[in-house]
């Protein structure tokens, strides 16, 4: 069996550590591709919760190799807490690999993306503070610091003394920080080493190997279409591609690896953060979506931004990623609406849009055009299969398949692992 990529189809939070975690017991890695601790990955089993930042949602499913690819950023620090914080719960993390190649978050890059953040004023992207941003600048200027650097001192500490000459002028001149001492973070992150060392790993080649024996890969992406920073709201995206031709780059393996691509989307919308989102709702209805779904950021604790679902965004995340198979979550939140807006397609200055508008002024402009389609009222949270769900709620789903371009394998109607209807298989 191929590569799998589970790729969000919106602006992240659509459940995809949910939709992970349920494969989990039937593929033998699952790899994170981009992204860092600005992900927030929720898997519900039984009466336990978890919370994901950088560990793969594999890590739930014993006999799952989880892996750190090459095209995540990390944080340590969080990473190593993270694992002792799972690991207390009875979660063994003894097989999860990390890239040597991964680039790692380090104070200024956290520091870097406060400042910014504050100086942009109105205009700020909303981050999540993590550093991504500075992060991933530094890989493309190529003044990076990755995993590898660690198992040699000479080499961080060289490196951190030429990439904090300009980044402490930055901080202390232009932000007026204090600066950052090159010698203090080097020994900060040579003592990260030794318990590092055991994860650390060729993972492309891994994976390589793992995929020539018949091994079943599971591509996990994070945030989601929308906010990917080619083919997203930039400027108000995260700084990765989490579409999937992202998951080649940051897994290092070929496209033609790739067999199936799984898009999960909501059966509404939400966004965190600043940027345009044509369904959004300011409303009471918002607010009433928002406590309905739980809409509160697993990261940050931030308040989501609600709306219907959109259509032309979930044509467009179908397109640019090859999606093959949609998983529909939370169709449950939407029980006890009389009718339900759906947007179809935008208008633009009067002018009727089908597809995503060339330019960000245009998209800034978008208007939805809605099409209402009936409601249900029955609690449909113990539903086992298609036929056990009000003709209302099929009738939705059947709806949102046609106009997203894809066939709906799964559909989320709680937050559990069993609280799912397998309406193809996904594997
Ligand atoms: P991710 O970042 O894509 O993994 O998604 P999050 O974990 O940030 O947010 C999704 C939230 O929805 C989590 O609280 C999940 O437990 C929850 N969830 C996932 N699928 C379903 C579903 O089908 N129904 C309901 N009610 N909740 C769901
Ligand atoms: P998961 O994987 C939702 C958003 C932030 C901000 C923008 C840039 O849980 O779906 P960043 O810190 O990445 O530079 O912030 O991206 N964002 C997310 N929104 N879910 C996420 O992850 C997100 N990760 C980043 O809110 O608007
Ligand atoms: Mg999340």
Sequence with gaps: MPAIVLVGAQWGDEGKGKATDLLGDQVQFVVRYQGGNNAGHTVVIGDEKYAL?????????????????????IDLAALLEEIDEIEARGVRCDKLLVSANAHLIMPYHRALDKVSERFLGKAKIGTTGRGIGPTYGDKVARVGIRVQDLFDPGILQQKLEL??????????????????????????????????????????????QALDAGANVLLEGAQGTLLDVDHGTYPFVTSSNPTAGGACVGAGIGPTRISKVIGIIKAYTTRVGSGPFPTELTDATGEWLRAAGGEFGVTTGRARRTGWFDAVIARY?????????????????????????????????????????????????ARPVYDY???????????????????????????????????????????????????NPLL
Aim: charged content about 25%; some cysteine; aromatic content about 6%.
């Design 53 to 73: 930042h950088q560990l793969p949602s594999g890590v739930l499913s014993r006999h799952c190799v989880p892996v750190i690819g090459n095209g995540v950023v």
């Design 163 to 208: 990439t904090l000459r300009d980044k402490n002028q930055l901080l202390t001149k232009v932000y007026n920080r204090r600066g950052i001492e090159a010698k203090r973070v080097a020994q900060e992150f040579t003592g990260y080493a030794e318990r590092l060392r055991p994860y650390v790993a060729d993972t492309g080649l891994v994976i390589g």
């Design 317 to 365: 995340a179908t397109r640019v990623n090859g999606i093959t198979d949609l998983f529909v979550t939370k169709l449950d939140v939407l029980s006890s609406l009389d009718k339900i807006p759906v947007c179809v397609a935008y208008e633009v200055d009067g002018k009727r849009h089908d597809d995503i508008p060339m330019t960000q002024t245009e998209f800034h402009h």
């Design 373 to 423: 389609l009936d409601g249900w009222a029955e609690d449909i949270s113990g539903a086992k299969a298609l036929e056990d769900l009000p003709a209302a709620a099929q009738a939705y789903v059947r709806t949102l398949e046609e106009i997203s371009g894809a066939r709906v394998s799964a559909i989320g109607v709680g937050p559990r692992r069993d609280q799912t209807i397998e309406v």
